[in-house]
């Protein structure tokens, strides 16, 4: 879906009209209209400002352009399973059991790994597959880098 498309269901969804969605984020009518119209589209802050407006990820309302993953654990991150800052503006670079209040959960890459291990085998996947996936998937992920 484009972004003019998903501004607009986003908007009507909440029952705002131009003028309320353009007072709650600072700009004016005309700038509601020309995203409404594909003319143009929000700048970062004023993203940030709908995302939290709407709760959803800027990705959303970008039409999800590219595919998110947790940066710790590599799980697909959709706006259910995205973590939060403890402003509650979402943090699209890690899933919430992850990090969470702007806290890490897990302090180590083993501690991590024997977790998604317990809750990723199973017959056709046993644990040291698992074991010798995740080896080679975790450290590639940006938290893992550091």
Not at 63 to 75: A, D, E, K, W
Not at 103 to 123: P, Q
Request: aromatic content about 8%.
């Amino acid at each position: 879906m484009e972004t003019k498309t998903i501004i607009h269901e986003l908007r009507t969804k909440q029952g705002l009209s131009q003028e309320e969605l353009a007072e709650k984020v600072f700009v004016t009518r005309q700038a509601v209209s020309r995203w409404e119209k594909g003319e143009t589209v929000p700048n970062t802050e004023t993203l940030k400002l709908l995302s939290k407006l709407f709760d959803v990820s800027i990705n959303t309302i970008l039409g999800s352009p590219r595919t998110l993953i947790c940066q710790c654990c590599g799980m697909p991150l959709e706006d259910t399973s995205i973590s939060r800052e403890v402003d509650g503006t979402f943090n699209e670079e890690y899933c919430k059991w992850c990090y969470t209040d702007g806290k890490f959960i897990y302090s180590s890459l083993d501690e991590l790994t024997e977790f998604l291990v317990g809750h990723i085998s199973n017959e056709k996947f046993p644990p040291e597959q698992a074991r010798e996936y995740l080896s080679q998937a975790l450290p590639k992920l940006k938290h893992w880098q550091n």
